[in-house]
């Protein structure tokens, strides 16, 4: 229990400087993006007669393009953000996946059991192939 403890407060220790400012920095991204898309819908494509008439003039308005920019912008850095983390959960859990198979001591390998000496039957059988005959005919 004491091991699992450990480990626990140093991936804590390690991890949390990261983990504030990076929530942080995402909090951010996630607000102006959920901002900006709520805000184009009603200042640049209004769902009215006139909306419709005037959205292909509001398009090319400088708020409008701003907005559009900003909703592209945030998207992609939402998604880069996703696939850091997941590249970095799998990294991690790739580390300790390898690392809880590869570190049997040679006491634990002598709790393994030989099947070849308990069932001689199971030997591989090796024969040896004589090849003469390569075709030269």
């Not at 209004?46 to 912008?73: D, E, K, N, Q, Y």
Request: some cysteine; aromatic content about 14%; charged content about 10%.
């Amino acid at each position: 229990m004491d091991t699992i403890y450990n480990y626990l407060s140093y991936f804590w220790g390690k991890t949390i400087p990261f983990i504030t400012r990076g929530m942080i920095m995402y909090a951010v991204v996630i607000g102006l993006h959920y901002s900006a898309a709520n805000l184009y819908p009603r200042m640049c494509t209004p769902v009215t007669v006139i909306g419709f008439i005037m959205s292909p003039f509001m398009v090319i308005a400088p708020h409008c393009a701003g907005l559009r920019w900003l909703i592209t912008f945030t998207g992609t850095q939402i998604q880069n953000m996703w696939l850091w983390v997941g590249g970095y959960l799998i990294c991690y859990a790739d580390g300790v996946v390898r690392d809880s198979f590869t570190s049997k001591t040679t006491t634990e390998n002598k709790n393994t059991v030989d099947v070849t000496t308990q069932y001689p039957q199971t030997r591989s059988q090796t024969r040896t192939v004589n090849n003469t005959d390569s075709g030269s005919e």
